[in-house]
Structures are given as C-alpha cells and as structure tokens.
C-alpha cells in the first residue's frame, strides 16, 4: 500500500523560506510522477508542482521563480523549496505520486505565511 508522508510545514514570515518533504513507501517511487497541490480554506485543491520520473519540471504561474520542487529516489522522496512566500501561498500542502491512472496523497501539512 502506498503510503505518503509529508512534513516541514509550519509558519513563517512574509519573504521567508520553508522546504516540505515528501517520504513515500510501498511503491517503485523512482517510476512515480510526484506532485504538490495546495487548498487554502474555501477554494478548490490547486496544483503547485509536479515532477516526472525522468526529473522534468512544471509550476503553476503563481509559484514559478520562488518554489523549485525535486527529488531524491534513493530516499523515496520528493521535496519543496519555498521562497520568497506570501501570505496568499498559505494553504494545506499536498504531496500526490501518479503511475498511469493510480494516485495517491498525503495527510498534507500546513504552511501558514503571516507577519
């Protein structure tokens, strides 16, 4: 069973940093498209970042220049840099790894951005 485990949320100041980590088991993780999504209270589940399993990239506009999302397959993990943060990045933080039409979340963590 797959299971998905993210962590390093948190609150943080206006213009501050934070990395969110990803540790994923049950699963071929190397072969896994790995994603992160977020839902800020009272809208919709949002993509953030994704990454194949060949390293290839894609960001939503809103986060392109200050987040750089990456893993490490010998560590069955996915991780999030976040810079330069805004109060409006504040949401609920969702690790998704995908393989065909299979896929699987996390429990999420908070990022709260907030002076």
Do not use: H
């Not at 896994?32 to 990454?51: F, H, N, S």
């Not at 990239?57 to 010998?74: E, L, M, P």
């Amino acid at each position: 069973q797959v299971q998905l485990v993210e962590s390093g949320g948190g609150l943080v100041q206006p213009g501050g940093s934070l990395r969110l980590s990803c540790a994923a088991s049950g699963t071929i993780f190397s072969i896994d498209a790995m994603g992160w999504y977020r839902q800020a209270p009272g809208k919709e589940r949002e993509l953030v970042a994704t990454i194949t399993s060949g390293g290839s990239t894609n960001y939503a506009d809103s986060v392109k220049g200050r987040f750089t999302i990456s893993r490490d397959n010998a560590k069955n993990t996915v991780y999030l840099q976040m810079n330069s943060l805004k109060p409006e990045d504040t949401a609920v933080y969702y690790c998704k790894s995908t393989r065909g039409l299979l896929g699987f979340w996390g429990q999420g963590t908070q990022v709260t951005v907030s002076s």
